[in-house]
């Protein structure tokens, strides 16, 4: 197929949504600055109908954020001006504080300002002229967060210039000063909001003290949404590889925080946040909170009595044992998925959950076939729970119980794969596939001997 054809078939993949016909095309030849029919690059198409997952796949291809279109203005600058935190970022490209002159990144930066001070129905109007009311509308942006998509005088935009302007900040190094940046997570205090995650996401890559020491200041804060943000933010460095200094500090900062918060959903956070890092006083601090009336704090405290690499104390294990009995169901998934490797407590694990895996609650069932399908124990009574759950209607969990079959090798596995039915390209890395397929390829092996 020639040029020109590629370019055909990637215009219609741009417009299809299909972000993998996008990458095999380009990497066919196709060109990824094509124009589609009405001049302009494909990229901007992406950008008008907010798929990051093309925009992405074609900057990745080579296609040039910052070419410049007969308005004056770059698909980049279309990305900032549609307020899609995930399009800015899928368009944003490599290196934009060198890429970018001063001027282009202090334009970039005035127009994500003004969208953000101005707002956007406010913005709209002035754009349109248009009176009546806007029509807001939540929408999913990227894989874990949303935003208002709003709708005026026939433009449409989202409401994430927050988070967009703080992105762009970060990506040309301006420092913007702690509690600025805060003070726009605030502005929706939920995490799944924009611009509080990607608030959090970029104080947690400034490795300053200075702004390490401004952030946890807050946690005194009178107001809640203040110290929500901060666990979030610890939480959040928990993940990331932290030096040897910062790791204690906020060990220490959790450990005290946990003692003396009164709030149940607050201490729920703090003690999961505390659990992702090695402290000396997990356990003490699970055995304080073990009988919490709280059921939130309760799903934590088996992570803290499960410490990795510290042998387990008869007071933890006698704590365990009564949340493998608490009346919470959310509680006793947790205390059996942390003790799960405690050989001593194993027989009363199963039980919890052979009794979880009749649950009338379908989330409940499902969370029991993983945590079955995971056990160590090869007792029937297991695999037969896991075959019952065949049944299920969720996917994901007939999924689950099939895995559990194969990893026991169990004479019901033929049966459960074919209820689990055909994967998609979704579980082409996925290990319960990849144990189904290989306990199929045995069994076919072995026949063919």
């Known amino acids: 197929m020639d040029e020109t054809g590629f370019d055909s078939r990637l215009r219609s993949a741009v417009r299809a949504g299909d972000a993998q016909a996008v990458r095999d095309l380009v990497d066919k030849g196709a060109d990824p600055d094509a124009v589609d029919a009405d001049g302009l690059p494909v990229l901007c198409g992406a950008v008008a109908v907010y798929d990051a997952p093309v925009a992405e796949a074609l900057v990745e291809g080579g296609a040039d954020p910052d070419r410049v279109l007969p308005d004056g203005t770059t698909p980049l600058w279309r990305a900032v001006d549609g307020g899609s935190p995930a399009v800015f970022s899928a368009v944003l490209g490599k290196e934009p504080r060198l890429r970018l002159s ?73 420092l913007t000063p702690v509690d600025e940046l805060i003070a726009r997570a605030m502005r929706q205090p939920d995490e799944e909001h924009v611009d509080w995650s990607t608030v959090c996401w970029i104080l947690s890559q400034r490795r300053s003290f200075e702004t390490w020491s401004a952030v946890v200041a807050q946690r005194h804060d009178p107001d809640r949404a203040h110290r929500r943000f901060v666990v979030d933010y610890l939480w959040t460095r928990g993940l990331l590889d932290t030096s040897p200094y910062y790791e204690k500090k906020e060990g220490e900062l959790l450990a005290a925080w946990a003692a003396e918060e009164t709030d149940g959903e607050m201490l729920a956070k703090v003690l999961d946040a505390f659990t992702n890092r090695d402290h000396p006083g997990q356990e003490a601090i699970g055995l304080r909170h073990a009988d919490h009336p709280d059921p939130r704090v309760r799903r934590e405290v088996p992570y803290a009595l499960c410490t990795e690499y510290l042998p387990r104390t008869p007071a933890a294990r006698a704590a365990l044992r009564t949340l493998l009995r608490d009346p919470d169901a959310g509680v006793r998934l947790k205390a059996c998925e942390a003790s799960m490797r405690d050989g001593d407590l194993l027989p009363e694990i199963t039980r919890a959950l052979l009794s979880l895996a009749e649950s009338p609650d379908a989330d409940v069932r499902g969370e029991a076939a993983v945590a079955l399908a995971g056990s160590p124990d090869r007792t029937p009574a297991v695999a037969d729970a896991l075959a019952v759950l065949l049944g299920e209607d969720n996917h994901l969990v007939r999924l689950e119980a099939a895995y559990g079959l194969a990893v026991r090798d169990d004479p019901r596995t033929a049966e459960a794969i074919e209820r689990v039915g055909p994967l998609g390209d979704g579980f082409v890395d996925d290990h319960r596939a990849d144990a189904l397929w290989r306990w199929r390829w045995r069994k076919e092996d072995s026949v063919a001997e």
């Not at 709209?124 to 999913?140: C, D, E, K, M």
């Open 102 to 174: 001063e001027a282009a990144r202090e334009g970039l930066l005035a127009l994500a300002r003004d969208w953000y001070e101005t707002g956007a129905v406010e913005e709209l109007r002035r754009r349109t002229g248009a009176s009546g009311p806007a029509a807001t509308v939540r929408v999913q942006d990227g894989e874990y967060e949303w935003v208002d998509q709003v709708t005026l005088g026939g433009l449409v935009v989202r409401a994430g210039h927050g988070a967009v302007l703080t992105a762009l900040e970060w990506a040309f190094r301006v």
